[in-house]
């Protein structure tokens, strides 16, 4: 039961160029949505997160994009940076609860 | 800057044996989780604490999963007769404060290694 859905496994990106990682949920009762960045061996990092009564939240140069009808949303980190390579999971809540994540994107930034 | 820490970082154990996982949220969080991420698997949901009881369960967290919040500072998870499927690395997550915001805080992770 795949409530929350990243269909990219992998992504390579140039550096100082734009990052795009997508992500898409089923449910929709879902109203939080989190982005989590990953190291090996080490725990999930909050990132950036958003509403569902918003459509748009940037934090420097992570911006996070709602589309409801869609069922999507999507990161943008630009410029990408080397050390923006990690792990990308999304994540979705439902009224707070627990916090259901997707199968994660590897980003890797090529210098 | 406030952490949630984990111990150990890693156990290997024997199938069978009882294990305990300790973790320390970070002490003004009011909710408690765990959640566990099989090798090359996603990171999936376990429990939630709140109160001083589970407030969610994933179907994962059989009977031989506990919880315990023993001292107002520790979260441990026991699995009381580890299974060679119980190998993964397992999060300690809190959150709240004093406003739930959906942000949880995870901890480094200890692995679990079941032989």
């Known amino acids: 039961d795949q409530q929350v859905k990243q269909n990219s496994p992998s992504l390579s990106v140039q550096e100082g160029r734009i990052s795009i990682l997508n992500c898409d949920y089923t449910?929709?009762?879902?109203?939080?949505f989190l982005w989590y960045k990953k190291y090996p061996a080490e725990g999930p990092t909050f990132l950036i997160s958003?509403?569902?009564?918003?459509d748009k939240n940037e934090d420097g140069r992570f911006t996070v994009f709602l589309n409801k009808s869609a069922k999507h949303l999507s990161l943008h980190i630009v410029p990408s940076q080397p050390g923006d390579s990690a792990v990308y999971f999304c994540?979705?809540?439902?009224?707070?609860?627990?916090?259901?994540f997707g199968t994660g994107t590897r980003l890797t930034i090529i210098p | 800057e406030p952490e949630v820490t984990q111990t150990p970082s890693h156990q290997v154990t024997q199938m069978g044996q009882e294990v305990i996982l300790r973790c320390v949220p970070i002490?003004?969080?009011?909710?408690f989780y765990w959640y566990r991420q099989i090798l090359g698997q996603k990171v999936e949901f376990l429990v939630s604490?709140?109160?001083?009881?589970?407030?969610?369960k994933s179907e994962i967290f059989d009977d031989q999963f506990s919880v315990e919040r023993p001292d107002g500072s520790n979260f441990t998870l026991k699995i009381r007769s580890t299974k060679l499927e119980d190998s993964a690395m397992y999060f300690c997550?809190?959150?709240?404060?004093?406003?739930?915001?959906?942000?949880?805080?995870f901890g480094e992770g200890s692995r679990l290694t079941v032989l």
């Open positions: 997550a809190s959150s709240g404060g004093t406003t739930y915001t959906g942000e949880l805080f």
């Open positions: 449910n929709s009762m879902f109203d939080y």
């Open positions: 958003i509403s569902s009564i918003k």
């Open positions: 994540a979705a809540s439902e009224a707070g609860e627990k916090l259901t």
């Open positions: 002490s003004n969080h009011l909710y």
């Open positions: 604490f709140y109160n001083n009881e589970i407030s969610e």
